[in-house]
């Protein structure tokens, strides 16, 4: 009888500890969730700081806003989607203020309906934060960025309301890319109306193709 009434007691102890143990992870859980969700990027584009990083340039900005910054500007016309992309690289450009591009090795700039829709700057081995730590932390404060980065390989990744932003390195320096995902959204649809429309009129030539053959083979 002892022995048993031992041997229950040991039991509702595991349980009550199992229980415990249960409890205290789900409090860690929530804890956690509740911290990311009050980390998570809710930043707008347009609350995006202009900083002197950025050597002048932000997305939304007019192809006559950018040929301000350099006027011997040669920028191909836009597709049918738009869209027309543009690669600086300062030290080997003539006719721009190379002080106002110092530090930096090359400048992307994509454009949509006029507009600049994606920023990409890279930076050499001469700007102020050469590790991806110190580069993260610090375009983290400039920009006002909750410290909500995730790592993909050796990129650094933050997904806002209405933009996503990069740290990449390349060519042993970081570089910094921001995205208008509006605009890039827009792109894709346009290209993929562009895809259904040719796979419908081939699908109507293929039908139309095979009527034909049909009426010479039952005249």
């Known amino acids: 009888m002892l022995l048993l009434c031992k041997s229950r007691t040991i039991v509702e102890r595991t349980m009550y500890f199992k229980h415990l143990a249960a409890i205290f992870i789900l409090i860690i859980v929530c804890a956690c969730a509740a911290s990311a969700q009050e980390s998570k990027c809710s930043l707008k584009l347009a609350e995006l700081p202009s900083i002197p990083e950025l050597r002048g340039f932000s997305l939304g900005m007019t192809i006559e806003q950018v040929k301000a910054r350099l006027p011997k500007l040669h920028l191909n016309p836009a597709d049918e989607f738009g869209f027309t992309a543009l690669n600086i690289f ?56 909750p410290n909500s980065w995730r790592t993909k390989f050796r990129t650094r990744l933050l997904d806002c309301a209405d933009f996503s932003i990069a740290v990449i390195p390349v060519a042993g320096s970081p570089s910094l890319k921001i995205i208008d995902e509006a605009a890039r959204e827009q792109l894709e649809k346009r290209k993929a109306a562009k895809e259904e429309t040719r796979a419908l009129i081939f699908g109507n030539v293929i039908i139309s193709a095979r009527g034909s053959l049909q009426s010479q083979q039952n005249p």
């Open 90 to 145: 300062p030290d080997y450009e003539t006719g721009i203020d190379k002080a106002a591009f110092e530090s930096v090795r090359s400048i992307s700039l994509e454009f949509l309906d006029g507009r600049v829709s994606s920023l990409w700057i890279g930076y050499d081995k001469t700007f102020k934060w050469q590790t991806l730590d110190e580069f993260t932390a610090g375009m983290t404060i400039a920009l006002k960025l």
